[in-house]
């Protein structure tokens, strides 16, 4: 396979994950330019980008028993059975049960509705300065002519600025500018799940102006990332 068509077959792939990731200006009110590009998430209503399933309390407890049970901890909330979102004390988090993953994030970010491959989600803040992103990406269909730690370098795209990467036989972590000058941090970690190699992706873009706060979410609550944030809780 040449090297631009695994290219333009990864950016397939990333296209999902990085869609509505074109961030607006630091000001509520973007001007006509930023209008064009603006994302079509409602930033001003929580419940307009995503739909909730109707669940009768009986299904709704069948559903909390199961979460207890899997993740070893009694007392789990349900926010939103549709979008697989839920909390267990002060820690919300998204639960990616096709392919067995999480991610923790404050309840001050919204959550958008479930990619629907179920393949990810993605959270924002109102003015979509800071925006969080999860997505899949099939290594097995590239394995034949490149190694992991190749296909890693792949996802560093053309006009993008890098400040600091890292790469390594599981995971690799990149951080640095994209072309519109906002400011990413990207990771990718590889795991072998249902006779499938896959990288479970993640990416953080924010303007500089929420600099601070984007790296407080980052250093509070990727640290377990894609793991169980609930493991070894007491």
């Known amino acids: 396979m040449k090297k631009h068509q695994l290219i333009k077959k990864i950016n397939s792939f990333i296209i999902l994950l990085l869609l509505g990731l074109c961030l607006?200006?630091?000001?509520?009110?973007?001007?006509?330019?930023?209008?064009?590009?603006?994302?079509?998430i409602q930033k001003d209503d929580?419940?307009?980008?995503?739909?909730?399933?109707?669940?009768?309390?009986?299904?709704?407890?069948?559903?909390?028993?199961?979460?207890?049970?899997?993740?070893?901890?009694?007392?789990?909330?349900?926010?939103?059975?549709?979008n697989?979102?839920?909390?267990?004390?002060?820690?919300?988090?998204?639960?990616?049960?096709?392919?067995?993953?999480?991610?923790a994030y404050p309840d001050s970010l919204i959550h958008g509705k479930e990619a629907f491959l179920c393949d990810g989600n993605h959270f924002y803040n109102k003015d979509?300065?800071?925006?969080?992103?999860?997505g899949i990406a099939y290594y097995d269909v590239f394995e034949d002519d490149y190694s992991i730690s190749e296909f890693f370098k792949e996802f560093i795209?053309?006009?993008?600025?890098?400040?600091?990467?890292?790469?390594?036989?599981?995971?690799?972590?990149?951080?640095?500018?994209?072309?519109?000058?906002?400011?990413?941090?990207?990771?990718?970690?590889?795991?072998?799940i249902y006779n499938r190699k896959i990288l479970i992706l993640?990416?953080?873009?924010y303007k500089d102006c929420k600099r601070k706060d984007a790296e407080c979410i980052w250093n509070t609550y990727i640290k377990k990332f894609p793991c169980n944030p609930l493991r070894n809780i007491i």
């Open 24 to 40: 607006l200006g630091c000001n509520n009110q973007p001007s006509k330019q930023d209008k064009s590009i603006q994302p079509v």
């Open 84 to 103: 697989e979102i839920y909390q267990y004390g002060d820690i919300r988090f998204y639960w990616n049960k096709k392919f067995n993953y999480f991610l």
């Open 157 to 192: 795209f053309e006009g993008e600025s890098i400040s600091y990467k890292q790469f390594n036989d599981t995971n690799f972590y990149l951080k640095g500018k994209n072309k519109t000058r906002t400011l990413f941090i990207r990771i990718g970690v590889y795991r072998e």
């Open 46 to 82: 929580k419940f307009t980008n995503h739909y909730e399933l109707p669940l009768t309390e009986s299904e709704k407890r069948e559903v909390l028993h199961y979460s207890d049970s899997v993740l070893q901890v009694k007392g789990i909330k349900l926010i939103d059975y549709r």
């Open 128 to 134: 979509s300065t800071i925006v969080l992103n999860t």
């Open 202 to 205: 993640l990416e953080l873009e």
